[in-house]
């Protein structure tokens, strides 16, 4: 069942401490068009679906990648596509977007989206793999 829009808004603003739901639309635009790169096939089809359906689509219409980000440049490319943005305030958009992704996923959809990461992302999303 996909989380409703204004749920997931209201997560990502919550998480990321965004003063309006804009700031946490355009965080949630970039951070799910760069993730939508790194995911293929089935997993991304089910994400998608989990997601509210503007959301979904910018999942299955990344933007191309060369290669899959390591976690550090993944937060790197969120920071050069939103105007203003450091590391830092990128890290955080990062967080509160893959979070709600996390929450909106569930454990198993989670581990599978894992699994097609480079090693770290577990963080990002806010779920640490036991060591």
Known sequence: MAMRREAFL????????YDTPREAERAARV????????????V?????????EDFALILLNPL????????????????AWIEG?????????????LSTVADAAGDDLLRE????????????FGHPEPA
């Open 10 to 17: 209201d997560h990502v603003r919550d998480r990321g401490e």
């Open 31 to 42: 951070v799910l068009a760069l993730l939508g790169a790194h995911l293929v096939g089935e």
């Open 44 to 52: 991304r089809a089910r994400l998608a679906a989990r997601l509210p």
């Open 64 to 79: 191309q990648s060369a290669e899959p980000l390591s976690p550090e440049r993944f937060v790197r490319a969120t920071a």
């Open 85 to 97: 943005a450091t590391e830092q305030t990128a890290a955080w958009d990062v967080s509160a977007v």
């Open 113 to 124: 989206v894992l699994l097609q990461l480079p090693a770290g992302y577990d963080l990002l």
